[in-house]
């Protein structure tokens, strides 16, 4: 691993714990409390991917600005928009709900807005300063400080708003969201910069945006991810909002539940680890959409009345969302490092990110529309109950069953079979774990 690399890590951990608050669950919670619609949490939930679409015209001026400079540039604007959010919550003496909730989108927007612009440089960045063959290692490190602090992040958000809170603890909220990010500037300050060559850029003519979305190892790459954030989009919004709508699930109950889905997202260190560097992000990918699927299903089931809603079940269902999330992201990227081009890196990235959390975005903004259009409707077939979130979960089963037959139309050179990554977990691993604890 490079010099310098734990502060990369140190920035992860102090950046999870500030936009988990201000892009997950407390946001949620805090726009239902000022009666925010289900296209409305949809359009909170999609802001942050459906601002990398910044990536493409931003994308062309890094070669003069740098990695490190752009990065830092982007990350403390959107700290500065945080400590502003954090002050919507009292102004309720002189603004109504409606004109608050207009007020944190708007928010919502410069402050992703920021993030978008910047982000472009950070994958190209990472993928100078670490070498080849530690790439999926230095991932799944990455995964565990975000899903380590995100645990915690949601833990304290838990205990802070309790089971129904006031307006004041959801300035606390982000005002921790706040001191957060401001920490992580200060590790994002220590990693070490790298230069971007001219041949590196792609030269300054026009940009073949086609012709780069046109390699078919790359046009199936972002495929691939078209139909994983159509059917990842917003679902852990819809959860909370489940949860807290139709399950009755107080804030601190949502919020406990929801820390769970991080501690999935630990659990990918010991299912990915190594195994990503040694057969390849396809059968990880392929792993990931079959457990989505069961996830979805479960949770529909649950919507469904077929599984009882308790703690219990909840649990294990956000446990699997986190594990799945987890896993895709390292996965993913690591393929993305791989098939790009030298040449253009920078706007393959951008192209990259764009599509992938585009569609990400718009995602939960749809399945919003769905929502809001079923309402209240309800029809029971054969005990089973179908409302517009059990409707939901399995409408995201299916879109989990197309992208695992898109994950195996993936190029990658060397990669195992998805059978490969199966045995490994199912066979191998409970075999050697047998053997340690009988064999002296």
Known sequence: MPPGIQNA???????????????????????????????????????????TIAQIPAAQFIPSIGYKRFVLGGWSTRVAFIFLMA??????????????????????????????????????????LV?????????????????????????????MLGDAADAWQFTVV???????????????????????????????????????????????????????????GGLTTFIVSYLKS??????????LVMSLSFVGGLASYW????????????????FTMAAGALGTLGWGLVAGGLLPATT???????????????????????????????????????????????????????????LDAVGGHRSNVLGLEWNRFSLFFFLATAAFGIAFLMTRRLDEPRAAGAHAMLHELLIQHPQKLLVRLFVR
């Open 174 to 232: 982000f005002l921790f969201s706040g001191a957060a990010g401001f920490v992580s500037l200060l590790f994002l300050r220590r990693i070490p910069d790298v230069a971007v060559s001219e041949e590196q850029d792609g030269g300054r003519g026009p940009i073949p945006w086609g012709a780069m979305a046109n390699h078919p190892p790359f046009r199936r790459l972002l495929e691939m991810n078209a139909a994983w954030s159509i059917a990842y």
């Open 87 to 128: 002050l919507v919550p009292l102004t309720g003496g002189f603004l109504n709900a409606g004109s608050r909730l207009a007020l944190i989108i708007a928010l919502l927007f410069a402050f992703n807005l920021s993030r978008g612009l910047s982000s472009c440089a950070w994958l190209p960045w990472i993928t100078h």
């Open 312 to 370: 219990g079940s909840t649990l294990g269902l956000a446990f699997l969302v986190g594990l799945c999330n987890a896993l895709f992201s390292v996965a993913n990227n690591r393929l993305a490092m791989s098939i790009v081009p030298v040449m253009g890196r920078n706007h393959f990235f951008a192209l990259f990110a764009v599509v992938w959390q585009l569609t990400l975005g718009v995602s939960p903004i749809l399945w919003g529309i769905l």
């Open 246 to 255: 139709s399950a009755d699930f107080g804030e601190r109950r949502v919020l």
């Open 271 to 286: 299912v990915a680890g190594q195994r990503v560097d040694r057969l390849g992000s396809k059968p990880v990918l392929g």
């Open 131 to 159: 070498p080849t063959a530690v790439r999926a290692r230095y991932l799944t490190i990455d995964q565990l400080c975000n899903n380590g602090a995100s645990i915690a992040a949601f833990i304290f958000a838990a205990f």
């Open 9 to 51: 890590y140190a920035f992860a951990l102090f950046n999870a714990l500030s936009f988990q608050m201000v892009l997950a669950g407390p946001m949620v919670l805090f726009a239902k409390s000022l009666g925010a619609s289900s296209t409305i949490l949809g359009l909170v939930a999609g802001l942050m991917p459906i601002m």
